[in-house]
């Protein structure tokens, strides 16, 4: 396994979009975030060698599907392209993997991790090694996306300004299902805030204690929400409620009693 030859073939595959677009700028920033927060997990959980290297090599190419969603739809809505089972196909339908990675040693393990890592419910994996993988994308990728959420501009992922999004109100589905301790389904979102909300709800999807040790060290949870101002008061009221009940999920969920 060669992460760093696995690099070049990608830096080669995005020469064919272009760069200067604010969207694949942003994903291809995600891609190197989430590589970057697979080695930081991996580091903290004491995963050997072969396992630090896969998670990689999983990392880099679990958002490749998004290049071409860019270039079709300009969106990253869900409705308009699976770029999970996009990227599955074109890495192992049209044999693309093995550009990145001549063995096929790990290919079934690449390939469910990627296929289900933006899923709403990581379900159907039984072989431990593979699940431990698909578990580490899905983390990695959140915990980068709090970076996104943190710095990216707002126009360019969530549809509005700051101020626009925090004028709107949140769904009374999505309050119940975030106060539930539930994630937030794409197609119960309908206002800008609920998009907001669901960005927070994904840390009730997170695996692995570790994954919650850093969003709480970095103070995540009230970091995202207090990007948006609030300034409809049932709004503010109903992000006090979840931002405390998030934390308090974040600060206890998976330690030891």
């Known amino acids: 396994m060669d992460y760093s030859?696995?690099?070049?073939?990608?830096?080669?595959y995005l020469n064919g979009y272009d760069r200067?677009?604010?969207?694949?700028?942003?994903?291809?920033?995600?891609?190197?975030?989430?590589?970057?927060?697979?080695?930081?997990?991996?580091?903290?959980?004491?995963?050997?060698?072969?396992?630090?290297?896969?998670?990689?090599?999983?990392?880099?190419?679990?958002?490749?599907?998004?290049?071409e969603q860019l270039r079709r739809f300009d969106s990253f809505l869900p409705e308009t392209?699976?770029?999970a089972a996009y990227g599955v196909e074109l890495l192992f339908g049209e044999g693309m993997i093995r550009d990145f990675?001549?063995?096929?040693?790990?290919?079934?393990?690449?390939?469910?991790?990627?296929?289900?890592?933006?899923?709403?419910?990581?379900?159907?994996?039984?072989?431990?090694?593979t699940l431990l993988h698909a578990r580490l994308i899905r983390d990695a990728d959140k915990l980068d996306n709090c970076r996104v959420k943190l710095e990216d501009p707002l126009e360019t992922?969530?549809?509005g300004t700051a101020e626009e999004i925090g004028a709107q109100k949140i769904s009374?589905?999505?309050?119940?299902?975030?106060?539930?301790?539930?994630?937030?389904?794409?197609?119960?979102?309908?206002?800008?805030?609920?998009?907001?909300?669901s960005y927070l709800a994904y840390f009730y999807d997170l695996n692995f204690r570790e994954s919650l040790d850093i969003v709480e060290e970095r103070d995540y949870v009230r970091r995202i929400a207090g990007r948006i101002p609030c300034s409809d008061p049932e709004t503010a009221r109903s992000m006090e409620e979840i931002v405390g009940a998030l934390t308090a999920y974040v600060h206890s969920h998976g330690k030891s009693k």
């Open 101 to 129: 990675l001549p063995e096929d040693t790990w290919d079934g393990i690449i390939r469910t991790a990627i296929a289900k890592h933006s899923d709403y419910r990581l379900e159907g994996v039984e072989d431990p090694r």
């Open 81 to 83: 392209m699976d770029h």
């Open 20 to 67: 200067k677009d604010g969207k694949v700028r942003l994903k291809i920033t995600h891609t190197y975030g989430v590589v970057a927060q697979s080695t930081a997990l991996a580091k903290r959980m004491r995963l050997g060698e072969e396992d630090t290297q896969l998670a990689w090599i999983i990392a880099l190419l679990h958002d490749i599907g998004r290049f």
């Open 157 to 159: 992922f969530a549809g």
């Open 172 to 197: 009374p589905k999505v309050k119940a299902e975030v106060m539930a301790g539930k994630s937030i389904l794409s197609s119960d979102r309908v206002t800008l805030m609920d998009f907001w909300v």
């Open 5 to 12: 030859r696995a690099r070049e073939v990608f830096e080669q």
